[in-house]
């Protein structure tokens, strides 16, 4: 999975409490984004980074939150956790972003079940 | 709205046979064009990418795609099918303008089924 690491691998968690997925990556890329996988959805882009410290929102941004202050991690934060936000999370990075003609490659994934 | 759709939830062939999993897009300008794929329990994996030129792009595994920029549309195939492509299969479109935020835009995806 191209030096991507996700942590945990899966977590069970109960409404209301706050949860922190990491992604770990070897390759030095810039950019790394956060999507979440739901039936019927494909992938739909959570908030991505273009650099340390700068972050942009995706199109389902709200309830989350993110933080970069090294190159090689990306953290996802969900401040309250609630039962919609029952899903799988990937990671992913690309060296550029892909209006630069390169593709993103994905970390193994987080399933995180919000009871 | 930009969006991408693919029609089919899932499609079965024989193994041996060809396979289509289509994928049709509404963004404005010529986006650039992908294929992912992803097995159980595992991350998506780059199959192929149309981004200009020949509008037959071959890819990883003997896949291929073809662009039809009339029809808006960027169809995966194999000319035979194995039983180890049974996967999930995504098509996602980067638009052109999108510059600085690697946004991709992903349809629901394609399960691939594929019987002995």
């Known amino acids: 999975d191209a030096g991507i690491t996700q942590s945990p691998r899966h977590k069970v968690t109960e409404t209301g409490t706050p949860v922190t997925l990491r992604c770990h990556q070897t390759?030095?890329?810039?950019?790394m984004y956060w999507y979440r996988q739901d039936p019927g959805h494909g992938l739909r882009l959570i908030h991505y980074s273009y650099g340390v410290k700068d972050t942009d929102k995706g199109e389902v941004s709200d309830g989350y939150s993110v933080s970069r202050s090294k190159t090689e991690d990306f953290l996802l934060t969900l401040e309250s956790a609630t039962s919609s936000q029952t899903s799988v999370y990937f990671c992913?990075?690309?060296?550029?972003?892909?209006?630069?003609?390169?593709?993103?490659?994905f970390g193994p994934g987080t399933r995180l079940t919000v009871l | 709205a930009q969006s991408v759709a693919q029609p089919e939830d899932q499609v079965n062939v024989a193994e041996g046979n060809p396979l289509t999993v289509k994928c049709t897009y509404s963004v404005s300008g010529n986006p650039y064009l992908f294929w992912y794929v992803q097995y159980p329990n595992r991350g998506l994996q780059f199959l192929l990418k149309?981004?200009?030129?020949?509008?037959l792009v071959k890819g990883s595994y003997g896949f291929e795609a073809e662009f039809n920029k009339s029809q808006t549309s960027f169809h995966l195939k194999k000319p035979s099918a194995l039983v180890s492509d049974s996967a999930l299969y995504f098509c996602a479109v980067s638009p052109l303008g999108s510059s600085n935020t690697g946004k991709l835009i992903f349809g629901q995806g394609t399960t691939l089924q594929v019987k002995p």
């Open positions: 149309y981004i200009t030129g020949d509008n």
């Open positions: 992913a990075i690309s060296q550029n972003p892909p209006t630069y003609y390169n593709e993103q490659f």
């Open positions: 390759e030095n890329h810039r950019y």
